[in-house]
């Protein structure tokens, strides 16, 4: 393998740059006088970015990308063997490495390197880690797969010794960190195209924890992690514990909700209230993802004072139950939610929500996905009054398995909800505008490109 020495610095150039957690890394490299170069489908925001503070970037992917000035070549899981500009990398013998694997080597570079892992969670438990340490002036680099209004976007390049980010299990590529400090939310399936069961996921995720060093290293876990006692008992780093309940190093008690169904609750640290904890984001699964944040930043010595405070200045990333705006009465939210924990975590805070009628639309992500957890899925929506089905976005797939949004539509009525599937985003918001009252909630629901119609809605209003 290829190790970069990150004090003398070269060109690299991203296969993939325009990606959320690719985009970080250049800007990153950017800041450290590295000569950054990088191709992506199309523009975006961060693209744009990434050229007004020096980058080269090329709309589209074409082996006339690779110049022989390249040192090094970065790519995403997305990017496959036959891609025209990885093929001429392979020719030119030019060094390649993965986004996970350079990740990994960067992390070495700092004292305490923070990664926080989990099915569900990640990015908004990474923002409330990084408000929490920006509060207390710690001046961190940040790596979050969303962007942080804090921070005005996905990445800050800080000048201390702590990097915190976010660690992924798809394809295994969390296995590839470095971490002083692991965090593990919750386990559970998903990524079903690449892992054979949750047995395997679980593998998965015990071999990371494995990547903790054993003296100077922490785990931070959530105790409510099924059958927690046989996947920590043959781990010999520091455990921290966490929970909603009683018997963890830090639990939550006591919860409750304001008229926006913003969380409060009473912080318990081994056995004894500590503090009182109040939340800018919405839903039970954020107290839960407090937890976590609490427990790293008592671990580096931060003032309660400034954890409380952190935690309290985090209002959500985008696409985290996200207020978009007001049409004719209606509030428009938009969430990421597309497993179905995440989607019954999402509707159950909208029940807590100012609203008379819930009106989900919802569009699955992937074929696997959808197959995997057809069912589920389908119960999940049916705590939404109503829901709309979108057409299944593929992102890295074709259509083989026979999956539609038709026939989870008639699943959800099934299972006791209500539900309509609709071949396009403007039939969707033709029937919202025809249908939805003062007062009802929508959510646009998923990680592909549904956050378009609630922005479509807003501007015919």
Not at 246 to 259: H, L, P, R, T, V
Request: negative net charge; charged residues 20%.
């Amino acid at each position: 393998m290829y190790y970069v020495d990150f004090k003398n610095p070269i060109h690299v150039h991203f296969i993939g740059i325009g990606g959320i957690s690719m985009s970080g890394l250049a800007e990153i490299l950017l800041a450290r006088k590295f000569t950054v170069s990088g191709s992506d489908n199309n523009a975006s925001a961060l693209t744009d970015h990434l050229a007004s503070i020096g980058a080269r970037i090329f709309i589209g992917q074409s082996a006339a990308n690779i110049s022989s000035d390249i040192d090094l070549v970065i790519y995403t899981a997305a990017i496959h063997e036959d891609n025209p500009e990885l093929c001429k990398v392979r020719r030119l013998g030019i060094p390649v490495l993965s986004r996970a694997e350079f990740l990994g080597q960067l992390m070495l570079n700092y004292k305490d390197s923070i990664a926080v892992s989990g099915t569900h969670g990640k990015t908004t438990t990474t923002s409330m880690m990084s408000e929490i340490l920006l509060e207390n002036e710690m001046d961190p680099t940040i790596s979050v797969g969303g962007v942080l209004k804090s921070i005005g976007g996905n990445v800050r390049v800080g000048n201390s010794e702590t990097f915190i980010t976010e660690a992924c299990e798809y394809t295994n590529s969390f296995l590839n960190f470095y971490p002083r400090i692991a965090v593990i939310l919750n386990i559970e399936e998903d990524h079903m195209d690449f892992f054979k069961d949750l047995a395997d996921i679980r593998h998965s995720f015990h071999e990371f924890a494995l990547r903790v060093p054993e003296k100077e290293g922490v785990l931070i876990i959530n105790g409510e992690i099924p059958r927690f006692d046989s996947f920590v008992e043959d781990l010999d780093m520091k455990i921290i514990t966490y929970g909603i309940g009683e018997g963890y190093d830090y639990s939550a008690i006591n919860i409750k909700y304001d008229e926006f169904a913003r969380g409060s609750f009473d912080l318990v640290k081994n056995g004894e209230v500590t503090a009182h904890i109040g939340l800018g984001v919405t839903g039970r699964h954020n107290v839960s993802n407090a937890l976590p944040a609490i427990a790293v930043g008592d671990l580096l010595g931060i003032p309660m004072e400034s954890i409380k405070k952190g935690l309290l200045n985090f209002t959500g990333t985008d696409r985290r139950f996200e207020y978009k705006g007001t049409c004719s009465g209606f509030t428009i939210i938009d969430d990421y939610a597309h497993h179905p924990t995440e989607i019954t975590a999402t509707l159950k805070t909208a029940r807590r929500y100012p609203h008379n009628k819930t009106w989900c639309i919802f569009q699955p992500h992937t074929y696997t996905r959808t197959k995997a957890f057809f069912k589920e899925f389908a119960q999940a929506l049916t705590i939404a009054d109503h829901v709309i089905l979108a057409d299944i976005y593929a992102a890295r797939e074709t259509d083989t398995l026979g999956m539609s949004s038709e026939l989870l539509a008639e699943e959800v009525n099934k299972a006791g909800g209500d539900a309509i599937y609709l071949p396009s985003f403007e039939a969707i918001e033709e029937y919202i505008l025809s249908n939805c009252k003062d007062r009802d909630l929508v959510i646009t629901m998923g990680a592909g490109n549904v956050v378009q119609i609630g922005e479509e809605l807003l501007e015919k209003c």
